[in-house]
């Protein structure tokens, strides 16, 4: 079973409205890290926004906000006021902590494109 | 953020040959990076976990011989491809762990910018 799972492989939206990119996982681990990076065409991997399990409120950064809902085990990201430079590739990523090493499992991503 | 170098950014080699790519943390001590390779418009596979003074752990299918990593210090590791062939062509990406200061911090994974390595 896949441990990350982004369900939409492509979404638009227009200049300056919202969209929010849906990530969901599985794991049995109580104390675990989600984290959203965005990959533009260049290839880097920009660090987004990270949500602990424990962690009592949503995470924000910025224009990007964390809807993390623990029971429904989804972690979808916000980002408001899109703006063109946000199209890019954008990657949900696990930490399960029983993992002593902590490598990020990563999902499918999202491809998001800004439309003007 | 924390910074994550990686050198080179591209790099073209001819069958047979060997490449080192370098991945370095410039304002943090890494006690663990990361390998990643990434094929066209997939998701990043986990190659190996590179630690600082000790060898490294491939994840299965990876061919240690053939992707040898070595972390000598706590801001360095590098991957060297060895008799590279052109099914090798791929985008290889570092990442570094920063744990954080004692007591708090992210403990978050920064990435480097990537290689683009195509074997001829």
């Known amino acids: 079973a896949q441990k990350i799972t982004q369900t939409q492989p492509g979404m638009f939206v227009q200049e300056k409205e919202a969209v929010t990119l849906d990530c969901t996982y599985d794991?049995?681990?109580?104390?675990?890290?989600l984290f959203w990076y965005k990959q533009p065409s260049s290839g880097e991997m920009i660090f987004l926004i990270y949500?602990?399990?424990?962690?009592?409120q949503n995470a924000t950064e910025g224009r990007y906000s964390l809807n993390f809902q623990k029971a429904r085990k989804s972690a979808n990201l916000v980002i408001s006021a899109s703006q063109l430079g946000d199209s890019a590739m954008y990657f949900c990523?696990?930490?399960?902590?029983?993992?002593?090493?902590?490598?990020?499992?990563f999902g499918k991503g999202t491809k998001l494109s800004v439309k003007p | 953020g924390a910074v994550v170098s990686q050198h080179p950014s591209w790099v073209i080699c001819k069958s047979g040959t060997s490449v080192k790519i370098e991945c370095r943390s410039l304002?943090?001590?890494?006690?663990?990076m990361f390998w990643y390779r990434q094929f066209p418009k997939q998701s990043l596979m986990l190659m190996a976990t590179?630690?600082?003074?000790?060898?490294?752990?491939?994840e299965q299918g990876v061919e240690k011989d053939k992707f040898l990593i070595n972390h000598a210090s706590l801001t360095l590791s590098t991957l060297t491809v060895t008799s590279a062939h052109p099914e090798d062509s791929s985008f290889y990406i570092c990442?570094?762990?920063?744990?954080?200061?004692?007591?708090?911090?992210?403990?978050?994974?920064?990435f480097g910018p990537g290689t683009r390595l195509t074997v001829l």
């Open positions: 990523a696990m930490r399960e902590r029983l993992l002593s090493q902590g490598n990020l499992i």
């Open positions: 304002d943090f001590q890494a006690t663990t």
């Open positions: 590179s630690n600082e003074g000790s060898k490294a752990t491939y």
């Open positions: 794991t049995s681990d109580q104390s675990y890290g």
């Open positions: 949500q602990g399990s424990y962690d009592e």
């Open positions: 990442s570094a762990r920063d744990r954080g200061t004692s007591g708090g911090g992210t403990d978050t994974q920064y």
